[in-house]
């Protein structure tokens, strides 16, 4: 029989390049030689990782071959129509790309170690035992007892293991019947073994039912146009909620827990702020902090405050914003849906925990797209039908129903899904974000710089506002609703936030001149230049800061205001009163209040106090959680992976100091080849010399026939003591293929050096 190192040798350069693409933890590290890219292979974390990644019909040619050896005749064990035929074919192909199986001379041979990850009983039959009868023994059955059928039928597609009864039933008859009769076989304890000889013959040689062909579940269709509309809403709103979170938090940032995350009530303050659930506040704080727009600040107390990279971002198109948020969203490995949650202690799982990082997320992100896009567009699966297709795809790593309906809603909050189906920017995210930037743009209806203003103080824009305008309306307007048409509302409070901000009468209205259609109605107008009267007749100054007014009546009470005791406010005169704090908590005190005060010069001219914006760079918890959760390892390109081959090709290097070592195929004393000699001993069932390094550092050298190889120890039989012993790996210091012939030994029980 070939090796496996062999086999590989003997692959094309495509071959392995395909190899490395369908696995590409066999790439990263680069390994050094064919042997070394063996060992990591057969490793028991990257086969896991490959047996993850592949369908049902994969795994059902996995367990045939393993299950009934080399010369099986996989179709005729699972295929019962020309369609199971042609998977059965295609999935061969497959796993024989991926090096979970090889072809010599002998058949079809699993990758080493690949048996034991299947389980024990694979394809639910029991090993194969020099104890089991032959097929015919099912030739009894037309004469069995009644309690025969019910036992057989439970045991012959798996598990073949059973508990017989202990009491006087006829089921307990009917077992000690087959047992007598060689159908079962007595295991340890009360347990029956259906024999593999039986269970093939009563399932007429078959390994499984039906070859498992992918599922077609039926699911509603969606109009293009309602589609690109929805996400497109979606995506901008996103945009929005983003840069309305970095607003909030550059005035007033929210405290870091001690946990590192973000407090129920900040998280309460956010969805408040931004008017909506704490569900979807959840998921825009998760996904600016996974896009480096807010973090941590670092300080003794600290905050989470906009990054320096939030400035850069609002400045950048809409599209452009959006498809970093997106890609974002894809490859981050935050579960915003955790949010709100009891973990295993019971404790509520804030936003912003370490606790809510997934490694597996961005997988099941890519997956849940990657079945949406191979539907027919406008397809709108449930979370159900999604599920059924994901189980077929990935049957060894299913994801709970739960966290593919999150991820569903999570993809239509972010844009990426438009009336529950992909949207042509979501198709194109999956190759690249400047695609689906492009994508987005293309679907995102003209930007209007006009607004309707009303007589009623209310406004609309007929359409998607500007960038100018959306910055307008929010510093003078309150937005009561969107959707085709965005409608506002100018009231006193929220037209003082312009003059907050430095804005005079004349400049508003000349700029809401601007935008207009038509002239400003003459209600508006009123407003604003009553709004401009009155900001301002409360004046602040520095005394550590001074309160006074022409208007004695303004400042009556304020002393005696509980809700103002903090600022140590004395009278001066009935006009004046001092304080002790300073003049922008002042300020921004009274204007907590619903009052309009506005800071002064000491020659009384009206000063603007431009609002405490907080920035922080890429540093500090959230930005070193983002490094660590959403930068997954870039994937290697054609080149890189042909470049890779091409090396380990390449004839290894001879160190003068030392002869060459044995080839990997014949003995080693590397630790990485001999871990692969070991793993395809155990496949072979074959002999090996191994040389083991004792306590006292003495080495010895043992003929032994490997079993097992787990958790970094060896298992194995030694043939000529006949006896069973268990070694860690790091004490084997070299490993030799044994010669098929029996080997004398010395007197001191150490097998001969030429003989060997």
Aim: net charge negative; no cysteine.
């Amino acid at each position: 029989m070939s090796t496996f190192t062999g086999f590989l040798r003997s692959r094309s350069d495509d071959d392995l390049v395909a190899l490395l693409r369908g696995r590409p933890d066999l790439a990263t590290p680069s390994p050094t030689t064919i042997a070394s890219l063996g060992v990591r292979a057969t490793s028991r974390g990257s086969l896991e990782r490959a047996l993850a990644s592949v369908d049902a019909g994969v795994l059902q040619v996995l367990e045939a071959v393993v299950a009934l050896g080399p010369d099986a005749d996989v179709r005729a064990a699972i295929a019962d129509t020309p369609a199971g035929v042609v998977l059965v074919d295609s999935a061969l192909e497959r796993a024989g790309e991926l090096a979970l199986l090889f072809r010599d001379e002998d058949g079809l041979h699993p990758a080493p170690g690949l048996a034991e990850l299947l389980g024990p009983y694979p394809a639910g039959l029991a090993p194969a035992s020099p104890t089991d009868p032959p097929g015919d023994v099912v030739d009894v059955l037309p004469d069995a007892p009644a309690g025969v059928a019910p036992v057989l039928e439970a045991l012959t597609w798996g598990p073949p293991v059973g508990l017989a009864p202990s009491n006087a039933t006829a089921t307990a008859a009917a077992v000690d019947w087959m047992v007598r009769r060689r159908l079962l076989v007595m295991g340890d304890g009360r347990h029956v073994v259906l024999p593999r000889t039986v269970a093939l013959a009563l399932r007429s040689g078959r390994t499984h039912r039906a070859a498992a062909l992918a599922p077609q579940p039926h699911f509603a269709t969606r109009l293009p146009a309602t589609v690109a509309a929805e996400s497109t809403d979606a995506g901008e709103r996103i945009v929005r909620l983003v840069a309305q979170l970095g607003r909030v938090w550059e005035e007033s940032p929210a405290g870091v827990l001690r946990s590192g995350g973000l407090g129920v009530r900040e998280l309460r303050r956010v969805a408040a702020e931004l008017e909506v659930d704490e569900r979807l506040a959840a998921l825009v704080v998760e996904l600016a902090a996974a896009a480096g727009l807010v973090g941590d600040d670092g300080e003794e107390l600290p905050s989470f405050v906009p990054t320096v990279a939030m400035d850069e971002w609002s400045l950048a198109p809409v599209a452009t914003r959006w498809a970093l948020l997106a890609s974002t969203w894809l490859a981050t490995s935050r579960t915003p849906w955790l949010v709100g949650g009891r973990d295993e202690a019971g404790t509520v799982r804030p936003a912003l925990s370490p606790d809510l990082h997934r490694a597996w997320a961005p997988r099941l992100r890519r997956s849940v797209l990657g079945m949406l896009a191979a539907q027919p567009a406008g397809a709108a699966p449930d979370a159900d039908a999604v599920l059924e297709v994901l189980a077929w795809r990935t049957p060894r790593s299913v994801p709970p129903v739960s966290a593919v309906a999150a991820v569903l809603a999570e993809a239509a909050d972010v844009g990426v899904l438009g009336a529950g189906a992909l949207s042509d920017a979501g198709r194109a995210l999956l190759s690249s974000a400047d695609e689906a930037a492009a994508t987005f743009e293309a679907t995102l209806p003209p930007s209007l710089d006009e607004i309707l203003l009303q007589g009623d103080l209310t406004g609309i824009v007929p359409g998607r506002p500007s960038d100018e305008l959306e910055s307008l309306i929010a510093r003078t307007a309150r937005v009561e609703s969107r959707g085709g048409a965005v409608t506002v509302r100018f009231t006193a409070d929220t037209v003082r936030l312009a003059f907050d901000d430095g804005a005079t009468a004349e400049g508003l209205l000349a700029e809401l001149a601007r935008f207009a259609r038509g002239p400003v109605p003459q209600p508006l107008e009123y407003l604003v230049r009553d709004a401009a009267r009155r900001h301002g007749r409360l004046r602040a100054g520095a005394a550590s800061s001074y309160l006074r007014s022409d208007d004695p009546a303004l400042l009556a009470g304020l002393v005696d205001n509980p809700k103002l005791s903090g600022l140590g406010l004395f009278t001066l005169a009935p006009t004046v009163l001092a304080a002790q704090a300073p003049t922008r908590e002042l300020i921004d005190a009274l204007r907590a209040q619903g009052l309009a005060p506005a800071a002064e010069t000491p020659d009384g001219h009206v000063l603007h106090v431009a609002r405490e914006v907080r920035r922080v760079g890429r540093r500090g918890r959230a930005a070193a959680s983002r490094r660590a959760g959403t930068e997954a390892p870039a994937q290697a390109t054609a080149a890189e992976l042909t470049a890779l081959v091409a090396r380990l090709r390449a004839p290894e290097p001879v160190a003068p100091a030392r002869a060459p070592a044995p080839a990997a195929d014949d003995g080693t004393d590397e630790p990485g080849d001999a871990l692969l000699l070991l793993r395809e001993a155990v496949a072979e069932k074959a002999d090996v010399w191994v040389e083991l390094v004792g306590p006292t550092g003495r080495p010895e050298r043992r003929l032994l026939r490997p079993l097992r190889i787990d958790g970094g120890r060896l298992r194995a039989a030694d043939v000529q003591r006949e006896s069973e012993l268990t070694v860690a790996v790091h004490r084997i210091a070299s490993v030799r293929r044994a010669r098929p012939v029996a080997a004398p030994e010395s007197d001191d029980g150490i097998a001969d050096e030429e003989t060997a």
